[in-house]
């Protein structure tokens, strides 16, 4: 038999709770919990006083000494949940997210709801779109740099500053097609060996 100050752990007295994310960061622990305003229970308290809030993460994720991913939750977001100590109310946990007006992304409205878009906070973002004859993957850098994996299988990268390739074993690159290199300053081309060039025409042009 149940003890009956168990029972509200048992779900036999279950809160459930909507609210909304008010802080996600110094939580003492580092385990991704955050403070939530629920409405109706917590509207008179101040966030400092705010129990920290445990989270439920996919069995997808994984968690476990710290290996997996635990941390997306933002500020701002609408949450639900239940209070694990029943009528107490004072151990919320986050068991999911309820988007509201105002969340959707710009980026996928063309495309909705085929192309699913992931954002941070600062810009960084990946677009998988499934829009039949434009699939393409995206994966861009605040700063503008950004690969994509377009329909016909070409990929285009564009680079806002410098690019470096490291190679500590052998690298090998087979072109069917043409080759165009473009450059807008000096070139340096250094080698340890014998540099060979087989060509069936061979023009220099200075």
Do not use: C
């Amino acid at each position: 038999m149940i003890p009956n100050n168990f029972i509200e752990y048992y779900g036999d007295q279950t809160r459930w709770f909507l609210g909304e994310v008010v802080k996600v960061k110094d939580d003492p622990l580092k385990l991704g919990r955050v403070k939530v305003k629920v409405f109706g229970v917590y509207d008179d308290i101040d966030d400092a006083h705010l129990p920290w809030a445990q989270i439920v993460v996919p069995v997808t994720q994984g968690v476990h000494e710290g290996k997996g991913q635990y941390l997306g939750i933002l500020v701002g977001t609408q949450v639900f949940g239940i209070f694990l100590d029943g009528q107490n109310s004072q151990l919320p946990m986050v068991i999911g997210t309820v988007p509201k007006e105002g969340d959707a992304n710009p980026k996928a409205d063309a495309n909705y709801p085929t192309n699913k878009v992931y954002e941070t906070e600062t810009g960084h973002y990946k677009e998988y779109d499934d829009t039949a004859g434009a699939e393409r993957i995206k994966e861009a850098h605040t700063s503008g740099t950004y690969y994509e994996m377009q329909a016909d299988g070409s990929i285009v990268t564009f680079i806002t500053k410098d690019s470096y390739s490291i190679v500590l074993g052998d690298e090998s690159v087979t072109i069917a097609g043409k080759v165009t290199i473009n450059v807008g300053g000096d070139v340096d081309l250094t080698a340890g060996g014998t540099v060979s060039i087989n060509a069936k025409n061979l023009k220099l042009n200075s």
